[in-house]
DNA sequence: TTTACTACTATGCATTGCATGGTATTAAAA
DNA sequence: TTTTAATACCATGCAATGCATAGTAGTAAA
């Protein structure tokens, strides 16, 4: 019968989107526990190391995050411009912290136990 | 004002699902790179590393592989129960497998430098 | 014939990255 | 004063994927 299911994606070629799923809640909390900070400010950590994030990403997230009690957040007033939400982590955000860096080093190495095992195939 | 949008997620509590999300691809890309297999085959391979899959996530995904041209397959006979979808890579499944394993490569190494900059806050 | 096992298929949901467009506040320019 | 630009935050909808769930079908054993 030959059936043509499970469509074929569009964009994203060489899969980095996809890929990102989850680890930028990692990043995030990374930075947010060295010291508070508003979306701006995340963003330029996350660009320094070449994770590029955007508000469209970005600010759905932290929204997230604040929703399950993870983050709060405190109004600043800027010197130049609008006052900015500064975001701090919550103890259950430092929780979730440990939980996501576990699960990253645990996946990390799965992964790189696959691919060092057929890494001769790849080369 | 204060919307409440971004709803809060329900299950996966230490986000290991969505971290999988596109790491999957480039594992069974690898480990069909070794040899032919079909999709039990897969799952063994998979599970000795650590990285559960279930039915419902390898076929729909070889599926979708399939029709991108990544994978093709033929039927072979099996001493114990019906024919086996054996998959192999094309020359196009090729190329995706060498730049998921960059783009993965790349992802780590931004995520380490993120987490390394910041892990004295988390231990 | 019935049961159990193996293998493949189909459908729908939850989650997240992101594109897009919008609103509000402040400061500088005209 | 009015206009413009810059900064910052918010809302909506789509695309993609992991997975739960349920179903179909072939083979072998009871």
Do not use: F
């Not at 007033?77 to 576990?102: D, V």
């Amino acid at each position: 019968m030959e059936t043509e299911n499970a469509k074929t994606p569009k964009n994203d070629p060489a899969g980095q989107a996809q890929m990102r799923k989850g680890v930028l809640e990692l990043c995030i909390l990374c930075v947010l526990s060295e010291k508070d900070a508003y979306p701006s400010e995340i963003i330029e950590a996350m660009k320094d190391s070449k994770l590029i994030v955007v508000e469209g990403t970005l600010y759905p997230l932290l929204m997230r995050l604040k929703n399950e009690g993870r983050l709060a957040y405190e109004w600043k007033e800027s010197t130049s411009g609008p006052p900015r939400k500064y975001y701090k982590l919550t103890p259950s955000g430092k929780e979730l912290l440990q939980e996501l860096y576990s699960s990253w080093n645990e996946l990390v190495g799965s992964v790189d136990q696959i691919v060092k095992k057929y890494s001769s195939h790849i080369l």
